[in-house]
């Protein structure tokens, strides 16, 4: 079992920035990759993914603008998003990927990027 705790939502102007923050505990030895998913009314997206080599990749929507990175030390996963636009107003929910297709996911922390 794993379990996600996410942070760092918030209300934010477009241009702004915010730093999601995902707590992993459990059997966090097990998990393969680290991912940020958003749903928004109507659409759902991989934000970004890095993985337990280090690897990591972004939707086109948030390239050059948000940044994944993790603290081991920590078991902690991290999203800095800059540059925000309202476009990018969700609710972000971090995922644990480990072997045999099995996944967990936090409960999400909502975005507002708004004037």
């Known amino acids: 079992q794993v379990q996600l705790v996410e942070s760092g939502g918030g209300l934010v102007q477009p241009g702004g920035s915010l730093r999601l923050s995902c707590a992993a505990s459990?059997?966090?030895?097990?998990?393969?990759?680290m991912s940020w998913y958003r749903q928004a009314p109507g659409k759902r997206e991989m934000v970004a993914i890095i993985?337990?080599?280090?690897?990591?990749n972004y939707a086109d929507s948030v390239k050059g603008r948000f940044t994944i990175s993790r603290d081991n030390a920590k078991n902690t996963v991290y999203l800095q998003m800059n540059s925000l636009k309202s476009e990018d107003t969700a609710v972000y929910y971090c995922?644990?990927?480990?072997?045999?297709?099995?996944?967990?996911w936090g409960k999400g922390t909502l975005v507002t990027v708004s004037s």
């Open positions: 995922k644990a990927d480990l072997p045999l297709a099995i996944v967990y």
């Open positions: 459990g059997s966090i030895s097990s998990i393969r990759a």
């Open positions: 993985t337990s080599f280090g690897s990591t």
